[in-house]
C-alpha cells in the first residue's frame, strides 16, 4: 500500500513553499490514481514530483520512490523499479517497506535466494520478514515452511490482513485442502482487486486447484490494469493450454518472457507447447534453463521430468522426480499424480 503520510521535517523557507503545495496536490492526486486503479497516471504525477526534487526534503524524496517503486513492480517494470528501491536506499539503509519490495520483485524474477537475503534484513518484529519468507516457501513448495512462517504470522497480525490471508488460503491448497483454499481464494477475489500482486496471487490459487476460467478472468482483471504484468500472462497462457487453446498459449507465454526473461512459470507453459508439437529439443533446453536460473524452482525440474517421461527417457525422468519430490512437500493434483 501507498503512504499517504509526509511528515515534515522542519519548516519550509519561501522559495520552497511554493513547491511544498504542488507535493501535497501531486501526491494526493497518486493516490486517487492509484485508488481507481490508473496506476499509468500515478506513475506521471510521482515522476512529475521527481523533477523538483532538489526542493524536496530527503524524508520526502523516500516516500515519492518508494511508492514509484511499488507502482512499477505492479506495473511488471522490475528493472525501473529495482532503480527507485536503491534510490530511496540512498536515502535511508533501512527500510522494511523497500526491503519488502525488493523481495517480492526478486520472486517475481524466481530469485529465491536474492528474495530470502532481502526479507532477512526486515526488523524482526516487522510481519513483512515472516510473510516474504512464507511467500518464498509457497513459490517453491515447501509447505511446512510456509506454515511455520504462518504460523509466527499469526501473532503478529490481525487476521484480516490481506497478505496474511491470500498466504493462508495458498498454504491450504498445498496442504490438499481445495475445496476450502477455493473457497477463500473466491472471497479474496473481491478484496484484493485494488492491489495487483496480491492479485496475482488469488488466481494462482485458483489455476493450481483447476479452476482455469475463474484463474483467467481474475488474471485479466490485473492485465487490464497492468497490461505488461508478467505474472498476469503467464496465468493466462497456463490457463489457454489447460483449455487447449494452444496457440493463445504460446503467445501468452512468450509475452511474458519477452517481458521477463525469467518467468519460469511462463517457460514451463513453453515447454508444453514445444512438447505438443514434438520438438522435445527446445522443451529440454528450456527446461534447463529453467532449472539453472532458478534451481529451487520445483515445478521447472517436475516439468523437465514430464518432457524426459513422455520421450520414454524414464531414467532422466525419475532423477528429476526424484529432485522435485525432495524440494516439494505439497499435496496438490500435479505433485500426487508424479
Known amino acids: 500500500m501507498l503512504n499517504n503520510e509526509t511528515p515534515q521535517d522542519e519548516p519550509r523557507t519561501s522559495k520552497t513553499s511554493s513547491t511544498g503545495r ?10 486517487e490514481a492509484v485508488a481507481k486503479q490508473k496506476y499509468l497516471d500515478a506513475v506521471y504525477r510521482l515522476e512529475e514530483l521527481l523533477r523538483h526534487e ?12 518508494t511508492e514509484l517503486a511499488t507502482v512499477l513492480f505492479w506495473l511488471g517494470d522490475y528493472k525501473t523499479a529495482l532503480y527507485h528501491c536503491e534510490k530511496a536506499l540512498g536515502y535511508a539503509s533501512e527500510n522494511d517497506q523497500v526491503y519488502a519490495l525488493l523481495g517480492k520483485i526478486a520472486v517475481s524474477e524466481f530469485r529465491f535466494s536474492d528474495a530470502r537475503n532481502f526479507f532477512a534484513k526486515i526488523h524482526r518484529d516487522n510481519p513483512a520478514r515472516a510473510l516474504g519468507q512464507c511467500l518464498v516457501c509457497i513459490k517453491v513448495r515447501d509447505t511446512r515452511g510456509a506454515q511455520n512462517f504462518l504460523n509466527e504470522i499469526a501473532r503478529k497480525v490481525s487476521p484480516a490482513d490481506k497478505e496474511f490471508k491470500v498466504y493462508t488460503a495458498y498454504v491450504r491448497l498445498l496442504q490438499g485442502n481445495t475445496k476450502e483454499a477455493i473457497a477463500d481464494a473466491r472471497k479474496l477475489l473481491s478484496l484484493c482487486e485494488r ?7 488469488v488466481a494462482e490459487i485458483l489455476i493450481t486447484a483447476g479452476n482455469f476460467g475463474e484463474a483467467s ?25 489447460a483449455e487447449q487453446d494452444f496457440d493463445a498459449a504460446k503467445d501468452y507465454a512468450e509475452q511474458a518472457v519477452r517481458l521477463n526473461g525469467r518467468n519460469a512459470y511462463a517457460k514451463t507453459v513453453l515447454m508444453k507447447c514445444a512438447v505438443r508439437r514434438g520438438d522435445y529439443s527446445t522443451a529440454e533446453v528450456l527446461g534447463q534453463k529453467v532449472l539453472e536460473d532458478s ?26 522426480y526424484g529432485e522435485t519430490e525432495q524440494l516439494m512437500d505439497s499435496e496438490t493434483k500435479g505433485a500426487r499424480l508424479r
Not at 195 to 201: T, W
Not at 298 to 311: I, P, W
Open 217 to 241: 478472468a481474475a488474471a485479466q482483471k490485473v492485465r487490464r490494469v497492468c497490461p505488461e504484468n508478467d505474472a498476469a500472462l503467464a496465468l493466462l497462457a497456463h490457463a489457454a493450454y
Open 295 to 320: 534451481p529451487e524452482y520445483s515445478l521447472g525440474r517436475a516439468n523437465l521430468g514430464d518432457v524426459y517421461f513422455l520421450q520414454g527417457r524414464y531414467e532422466l525422468a525419475e532423477l528429476e
Open 195 to 201: 492491489e495487483p500482486f496480491l492479485m496475482v496471487l
Open 22 to 31: 504542488l507535493f501535497e496536490t501531486l501526491l494526493r492526486e497518486a493516490h
Open 54 to 65: 532538489e526542493f524536496l526534503h530527503d524524508h520526502e524524496k523516500i516516500v515519492l520512490h
